[in-house]
């Protein structure tokens, strides 16, 4: 599967715990996204990278979440002292640079915080 | 005003209908947009994508641009119940926008039988 690739795919967790979300994009793309979504809305962008450099981040992004893409291919994104409202699903995104900038999403990250 | 709208549905349509979604969104200055296809519990899939005025066609799908109204449009023709699901607009508001996409809620479509 030459797909997005995230791990895990469901994750339960106490609230106050931290959690890491892994994914992999699509081999020749250079951007990558992350965004999260809630039952009933659409995706909310959170962040990207244009190879390893964090371009944009979201006001979304409170100071409990961090992500990385250390060497330009795979990303992390982590959530601190986790809070219920947290609980949605985290999709990555990945794309190639250029005028037309088509986005592919992985299968996602179900995260429930109780 | 959001900057991606669309009606939540549901939008329910006979087997064999002709489905109309449509989305508005705010930046004049937007490049490119999109559709995708959402089942439940599952991830977004791109289906269309429209860059230019007019219409484009894709199978049962066609994507209609009208940047001076700031609309855009898809129409399923012989609609089948495996369309059944949330149907996401997304623009990509170009430099302005962060070289992101920016969805609207989606419209939720239910072909019946």
């Known amino acids: 599967d030459t797909g997005v690739s995230q791990d895990p795919r469901h994750k339960i967790t106490k609230r106050g715990q931290n959690v890491t979300f892994r994914c992999d994009p699509i081999?020749?793309?250079?951007?990558l996204y992350w965004y999260r979504q809630t039952l009933g809305q659409g995706p909310e962008f959170l962040t990207y990278?244009?190879?390893?450099?964090?371009?944009?981040k979201s006001r979304l992004l409170s100071d409990r979440f961090s992500a990385e893409r250390p060497k330009g291919s795979f990303s992390t994104l982590e959530i601190q002292r986790t809070e219920q409202g947290d609980s949605a699903m985290y999709l990555c995104?990945?794309?190639?640079?250029?005028?037309?900038?088509?986005?592919?999403f992985g299968e996602g990250s179900w995260l429930t915080v109780v | 005003q959001k900057e991606v709208e669309q009606n939540s549905g549901p939008l329910s349509v006979p087997e064999g209908a002709i489905a109309s979604l449509n989305c508005t969104y705010s930046?004049?200055?937007?490049?490119?947009f999109f559709w995708y296809r959402q089942y439940s519990g599952k991830s977004p899939e791109l289906i269309m994508s429209?860059?230019?005025?007019g219409d484009k066609e894709d199978g049962r799908f066609t994507a209609q641009l009208n940047k001076a109204s700031q609309y855009v449009s898809l129409l399923i023709r012989d609609s089948q119940p495996s369309d059944s699901a949330t149907y996401l607009c997304?623009?990509?508001?170009?430099?302005?926008?962060?070289?992101?996409?920016?969805f609207g809620t989606g419209t939720q479509l239910k072909v019946e039988l």
């Open positions: 995104a990945s794309s190639l640079d250029g005028a037309v900038n088509t986005i592919y």
């Open positions: 081999s020749e793309h250079n951007r």
């Open positions: 990278f244009q190879n390893e450099a964090q371009l944009e």
């Open positions: 930046d004049r200055g937007s490049q490119s």
């Open positions: 429209i860059y230019s005025n």
């Open positions: 997304a623009v990509n508001m170009g430099q302005g926008g962060g070289n992101k996409l920016t």
